[in-house]
């Protein structure tokens, strides 16, 4: 098995989840005053992109349409927000490349792709 093939499901799933992102980015930016919800700093057009969209329940699956799982966090407040949640998670693993959680959409113990990878090992 070739490893592109591995490589094209990575950059798929990661081109799914940013389409995703932009369209609830934009839904939420519709929705709640360009504030940062920690912090309370305020964002105008010229500096939008340090606003991001954060899912109160860590599943970026769940985007109820009154947006009642969403928060407007600042970069940096969006940081340490997840930087809490890895620590309250007991035993996260850390891995190269981003959070498993972020590319599986699930609990951050359930990496598919790393599965892939040993799976992958075994044929060599
Ligand atoms: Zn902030
Ligand atoms: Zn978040």
Redesign the pocket.
Known sequence: MPTEKLDRIVAEARLNREKREQDYRERALKIYPWV??????EFTRANLQQLTVHHRDHNHDNNPVDGSNWEL??????D?EHSRHLEAAAGGSSSPGGSPADLAGGPATHNPFANLKSLLKRDN
Request: charged share 15%; with cysteine; glycine share 8%.
């Open positions: 940062c919800g920690r912090c309370t700093r966090l600042c970069v940096y407040c969006h340490n």
